[in-house]
Structure formats: structure tokens, C-alpha cells
């Protein structure tokens, strides 16, 4: 059977439950995930004085052929793209400025800075994201920033936050398509501490100081990542959900959602719709933890269904950004991205083909034996078969083809770096 032929079968399965699959492909096909570049190089950026990675995340492996310069990062970028469904956008940290040679402060880092990515990103057709990088530095050393207790410290990491929304409104300016410039900071303490509030009350003016520099909303959108522990603050982060729920409610400002951020049994599929009640817009980083906040690639699991599920049956793909977050140096790069991405709009797909509304109203009416009886069902209806159909339709590998792919371009590129 061909792939046509097996679409047909499966849709007809579909449009009994009053799935339009057509639709559902052309809807797909709008939803941009934001790729993150800093998977290519394990967070390493291209700062001429550069520093160890620090902050309390860690990049395990040593696998070969990571991107060592902006041009390698592109053109891996690139390779992933071409094996991943639909247009999406990429994610950009600080750290990848570049800067001709010249040793650039992170609070002088400027628009021009990044015109190669943003002629890259034209070319390509991509919108960017954007985030300030507040670690791997030496003013980040002790592990504190914008809540740090020294007041130079504060104000150098303030400057660049203000320095990496101006890059965001110039991405959203020159792209066409508004940036979201994410904020995360590692500040936390490895053991208890002795007074919670007071760096909590520094994080806050901190921010209120960077937010009341004036970027075009309309170019720029702003959000702020919270976390449980990292390595070394595994007792206190400043800047945890509560209170950046708070901050971000307050000031309008988007709460960004890491799925490894959380406590093991957390989970963030379960906080998308009280959170979307009280707010317009929200973000995501979409990440697997393993234990703690490992940053593995995500896989099509169980929590990954239900973030999908969630942002579809309440039709939030409007107001939900999506971006991933996982990096693994053990396994091909290329194939990390291309595995992690295809799975998120899998997911997206298997949302889309789920008849949300029947399983709503079943729901009210209390029949609860039908709504498992159904959810069960449909996590084996021939989904893979649309998946396989939305592929060659968007000219991309179907199936693990991908892979010979990413196998020839380690031989061709990735083994001679
Ligand atoms: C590199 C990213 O900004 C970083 O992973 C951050 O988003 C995070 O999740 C830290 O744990
Ligand atoms: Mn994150």
C-alpha cells in the first residue's frame, strides 16, 4: 500500500468521528515550534572570550562533529529543517552574537551583532526568538545575577537583558514577525537559605528596571522562565513559578513553562488551562526530564500528548508559544533536533485527530466508561498513517528515511570537523 492509499484508509476511519483530516493538516502546517539553535554547539556560543558553561545545566556527551562556528550552526540548523515538517522558527541565545573577532561585553551587544542570522532567517523564511544568556560569565561566577547582592552586578546583567530586548524588537522588526525574548537566570542557593524574600525583592526591581525601557510590543514580546533547583541551587532558585506567576500576571508579561522545571510528578499539561484563564498568552520550553532537569530529547511519551492535547482542545495554539528545549552530546545533533521537533508536531497531529469535543461532552454527561473506553482506542488509530501523509506532502522524509540522511551528512560534514 502507498502512502496515498494508506492516508485514504485511515482518514476515512477519522471522518467517521467527524474529523475533517484535510483541515487538520492545514492547521498543522501553521503551528511554528521555535527550534533551539543551542543544541548544535552544547550551549557553547561563539563569544570570543568565551567561559565554561556554568548556571547549573550541563551538556553530557562528547559526540562529534558539533557546530564550532555560526556558519557550521546554520547550516546544521539547516539539514535539521529539511527533516522537519513545515515551517517553524529558531531560537537564538546571546552567546551566539557575532562579533568579527572584537570582544563584546554581553551589555554592549547590539542589533548588528546578529545580522547574519537575520539574513539567514530571511533567506530561509524563519522567525527568530530570543534570549538574553546570564550565565557561563564571570559576573555570574557565585551563581546570583539580577538578584545578585552588588549592585554593579545587577546593573551589568540588567543592561544586557535591556540590550537583548532591543535585539528581539530588531528580529520581530526585520522578520516581520514578533520575537519572543525569554528571560532565565540560574540565581539560586545550594543550601537552605537563610532569607528567601530580600533576594526575591532584588529579582523584582531588577526586572521592573529592564521591563520600564520601552520595546514595541509589536516586534517584541517578552517572557520569564522560572525553575525548581539546577545543579548548585538545588535548595532555593529566586526566581521560582510562584514567583514569576506573579510577576508575569502583574505585568503582563508571558510566563514561560519549562517542562523539566517542575517537581518530577508536576506536570505542565496540567497547569496550561488555570494558567490560560488569568493570562492572554503563555510560553513553553519543551524539554524531557529524567529524574531531574536533564534536558533529554523529547520523545512522543505520555506528557508530551497531553501538553498537545491541552493547547488544542482549548484552542490555544493562538496564544501558546512553543519552543523546545533539550540538548544531549552523547547522540548525532542533527538527528536530536529532527527527533525532538518531528515528535512535538507528531503530538500536535495526534491532538488534532482526537475527537476532543465527543470526549468533552462525555465527560459532562458523566460517562466516564466512554471516555477511557475512547481515549484508549484512539492511541492506536492509524495515526501514523496521516503522520506519514503530512510528511510527503511537506517534502520531507517519510517514516526513519530521515535517517540515511542524517548518516550521509555525518560522513560528508559532521566526521571532517
Ligand atoms: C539554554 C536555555 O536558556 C536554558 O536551558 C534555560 O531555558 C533552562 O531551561 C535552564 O534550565
Ligand atoms: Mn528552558
Known amino acids: 500500500m502507498t502512502v496515498e492509499a494508506n492516508y485514504q484508509y485511515a482518514k476515512s476511519l477519522y ?35 568565551k567561559s565554561e558553561l556554568s548556571g547549573g545545566i550541563d551538556v553530557t556527551g562528547n559526540y562529534p562533529g558539533k557546530a564550532r562556528n555560526p556558519e557550521e550552526l546554520r547550516q546544521d540548523l539547516e539539514k535539521a529543517m529539511s527533516l522537519i515538517p513545515g515551517k517553524h522558527r529558531v531560537n537564538l541565545h546571546t552567546i551566539y552574537a557575532e562579533t568579527n573577532g572584537e570582544v563584546v561585553e554581553r551589555d554592549q551587544v547590539k542589533p548588528e551583532h546578529f545580522k547574519n542570522w537575520v539574513n ?141 522545571h517542575f517537581h518530577p510528578t508536576e506536570t505542565v499539561s496540567n497547569k496550561i488551562s488555570s494558567m490560560l ?67 512535538m508536531i507528531k503530538a500536535l497531529l495526534f491532538a488534532m485527530l482526537t475527537p476532543n469535543d465527543y470526549l468533552k461532552q462525555l465527560q459532562e454527561e458523566g460517562n466516564f466508561t466512554e471516555r477511557l473506553a475512547l481515549l484508549e482506542e484512539f492511541k492506536t488509530y492509524p495515526f501514523s498513517a496521516i503522520w506519514d501523509y503530512y510528511c510527503e506532502k511537506m517534502d520531507v522524509p517519510v517514516r526513519e528515511s530521515w535517517l540515511d540522511e542524517v548518516k550521509a551528512y555525518e560522513e560528508e560534514v559532521l566526521s571532517k570537523r
Open 15 to 49: 471522518e467517521k468521528w467527524g474529523i475533517d483530516v484535510d483541515s487538520v493538516l492545514e492547521k498543522l502546517q501553521s503551528v511554528p515550534v521555535s527550534i533551539h539553535c543551542w543544541l548544535g554547539d552544547d550551549i557553547g556560543g561563539f563569544e570570543v572570550n
Open 277 to 343: 484563564l488569568y493570562s492572554d498568552q503563555l510560553a513553553l520550553h519543551v524539554s524531557r526530564p529524567v529524574r531531574w532537569d536533564s534536558d533529554h530529547v523529547v520523545t512522543f511519551d505520555d506528557e508530551l500528548k497531553e501538553i498537545a492535547l491541552e493547547l488544542v482542545r482549548n484552542d490555544a495554539l493562538d496564544k501558546v508559544k512553543i519552543g523546545l528545549d533539550f540538548f544531549d552530546a552523547s547522540i548525532n545533533r542533527i538527528a536530536a533536533w529532527t527527533i525532538g521537533t518531528r515528535n
Open 120 to 260: 539567514w532567517a530571511k533567506e530561509q523564511g524563519l522567525g527568530l526568538d530570543f534570549n538574553p544568556t546570564l550565565f557561563s560569565h564571570p559576573n555570574a561566577a557565585d551563581g546570583l545575577t539580577l538578584s545578585h547582592p552588588n549592585p554593579e552586578i545587577r546593573e551589568f546583567w540588567i543592561n544586557h537583558c535591556i540590550a537583548a530586548r532591543r535585539i528581539g524588537e530588531y528580529f520581530g522588526k526585520e522578520l516581520g514577525t514578533p520575537c519572543l525574548t525569554n528571560i532565565w537566570i540560574p540565581d539560586g542557593y545550594k543550601d537552605v537559605p537563610s532569607d528567601r524574600l530580600t533576594p526575591r525583592v532584588r529579582l523584582k526591581e531588577s526586572l521592573d528596571q529592564i521591563f520600564a525601557d520601552e520595546v514595541d510590543e509589536r516586534y517584541n514580546v517578552d517572557a520569564i522562565e522560572s525553575k525548581l533547583f539546577g545543579i548548585g541551587s538545588e535548595s532555593y532558585v529566586v526566581g521560582s513559578h510562584e514567583f514569576y506567576l506573579g510577576y508575569a500576571l502583574k505585568n503582563n508579561k508571558l510566563c514561560l513553562l519549562d517542562t523539566g
